[in-house]
């Protein structure tokens, strides 16, 4: 993210870091738009309160490093195909000194992250970063707490505020190894053992997770030409046809399409076996979006041929056309994320005494289940073991009592994050007489993905009377294994994020084998500044080391240069230390009239000759985005 600006007599400032370009520093700010003078009118009341209760300071985010925790310069897109809304960083069109507009920079056509359609995003209006309240009073007194949000002056020029999440302590030496964090601990051997960094609040951990698919928002053109749904009644066969093993079946489950519902008949069956509905990956890639549109404007059928994939690292805050690059770069979208989240909505009509509901997670050779017992009340949570998985033998992690029980309407979530199991229930987290924490399979130092994971997520029940709804797949952060290079640490400017796009990745999603091979012999990429390895890091005493949820946009501890010469130059001194961010009390305002975009009364101005664009910088009416004024976590 780019610097921060100098205070103003409201001490509001920047915080971030420039993810793009890798060079910060302090600039004027010079002149307010009416849109902040505004804005800042509105707010000013909360933070009259604030300050008299708090040691607190105002910042704002101008670019997405912490994205989806907060915004920088942003757009919000309502997916043409899907409908789907979700968020793209728009920052790349402006300088970051001056925040003039860059001649030939716009954003073009953003990505959605639930249907992969290319939404054209030009002349949607843009908004400014989070403002958000850093409190300073809880470092002056104690020790900051990992995995909090945290501002800190940037090692290299403490004259800049930097914004990320606190993952390292001090005194510890963490490994960043496909997608989580590790820490080195001893072992009684006198060796080293790898212990996994987990997110200590199950709550706080399903708030970072990013989208794979909401059932609730189909494509619905798309299928109607004959693309498959990614929900659908199946059964395991063993034979070659569907995927992995799992063909279409149209004996438990009756899907209602138009409505998104499943409901399942248990009560009637009497034989106590589970009926399935599985996720299948098949989604869309830009070929076939394009060859869809062509067939339909040229009034032909549409031919679909789908594959189903690895879940990757997609990220859609990320991916566009326009900006620096120009062309579609893709940040993400290459490397596979096992670590994933399911919830539902689940209506129980009726059921028998053998009465059951099971969520079930896959990454790399096991399964991972939450098993309810509708006439008992409880829920085991348990992972196969695949040594026996013909005799389908399951490990049990613990035990919880639930109020999902008999008839009724409920919420349900499960996840299978960073080697633990969670599990909700109408937003409730089970306590499990377990931690529900497990050790990785056979202890291998990497997980691998097999022919399951293309199908990697189901619901299936027996002995009730079901319908299941509001489905829908999210994945844990995947932390990019990245450093800079020896020789370039010393250079005198921060390099650039330039990601070495591996096509040969992302073009094996499709076949799990293959693409491990690819992984495991081509964890070192020739790329000039970076290296995509398993990495580690050392701190010493009163030093932390932090990282941002936007992993392939962040200039955090992995990637900053060293002209300073420091012993570790990943690490951020307790000196360094500002506050933790606790409060997102402005993130826009939300224009309304005129087909919900306003009326613009101030455009950007080019950077270089100061003319005036015909690009909207600020539009009335609007109104608080409320929805997004909360507590930062």
Known sequence: MPPPKPARPRSERRAGDDAQSGSSRLVSRGRRELRETMESIAVAFILAFLFRTFEA???????????????????????????????????????????????????????????????????????????????????????????????????????????KRLVGLPGETLEIRQGDVYRHLPDDAGGVRKEILRKDDPDKQRLLQLLVYDNDFPARDLLAAGWPERWAPVEQTGADDGVAGWALDSSGW???????????????????????????????????????????????????????????????????????????????????????????????????????????????????????????????????????????????????????????????????????????????????????????????????????????????????????????????????????????????????????????????LDDPQAWYETYTQSLSVNVPHYEHVEFTFTLGPDEFFALGDNSPRSQDSRLWSNVRRARHRHAVPREALVGKAFFIYWPHGVPFLNGGEGYAIGYHRHAGDGTRSDYPSFRVPFYPNVERMRRIR
């Open 57 to 163: 300071e105002a910042f704002v985010i101008p670019t997405g490093s912490m994205a989806p925790t907060l915004f920088g310069r942003h757009k919000e897109v309502a997916c043409e195909q899907c409908g789907y809304h979700y968020h793209v960083g728009a920052s790349e069109e402006v300088t970051r000194d001056s925040e003039r507009l860059k001649r030939h920079h716009r954003i073009e056509m953003a990505i959605c992250p639930n249907c992969r359609y290319e939404n054209p995003v030009r002349d949607l209006p843009v908004y400014t970063g989070d403002r958000i309240l850093v409190n300073k009073f809880p470092y002056e007194i104690g020790d900051p707490e990992r995995w909090d949000v945290f501002v800190f002056k940037y090692p290299e020029d403490p004259r800049i505020n930097y914004i």
């Open 254 to 508: 009756n899907p209602e399409y138009v409505n998104r519902t499943f409901s399942f008949e248990g009560t009637s069956a009497g034989d106590g076996r589970l009926e399935w509905i599985r996720y299948r990956h098949v989604v869309p890639q830009r070929a076939d979006w394009d060859e869809f549109l062509a067939a339909r404007d040229r009034g032909q059928s549409f031919s679909a041929d789908p594959v189903a994939r690895l879940i990757s690292d997609f990220c859609a805050y990320n991916e566009y056309t326009g900006g620096s690059g120009g062309e579609l770069h893709y940040d993400g979208d290459q490397y596979w994320v096992g670590d994933l989240t399911l919830s539902c909505q689940v209506d129980i009509t009726s059921t028998a005494e053998d009465g059951e509901l099971v969520l079930e997670l896959n990454e790399g050779y096991r399964r991972y289940r939450v098993r309810f017992d509708l006439a008992r009340a409880t829920a085991a949570i348990a992972h196969s073991v695949p040594e026996n998985r013909a005799q389908d033998e399951w490990q049990p992690l613990g035990e919880a009592t639930t109020t999902l029980a008999g008839p009724g309407s409920y919420t349900v979530a499960f996840s299978n994050v960073d080697d633990r199991l969670c599990v909700w229930v109408d937003g409730e987290l089970l306590e499990f007489e377990g931690s529900g924490a497990y050790l990785p399979y056979m202890g291998l130092a990497r997980q691998q993905p097999t022919p399951q994971d293309l199908i990697p997520a189901g619901i299936a029940a027996a002995g009730a009377d079901v319908e299941i709804s509001h489905v829908l797949l999210e994945r844990d952060i995947y932390y990019r294994a990245e450093t800079v290079k020896p020789e370039y640490q010393y250079t005198e400017q921060a390099l650039p994020i330039e990601e070495a796009v591996d096509d040969t990745l992302r073009g094996r």
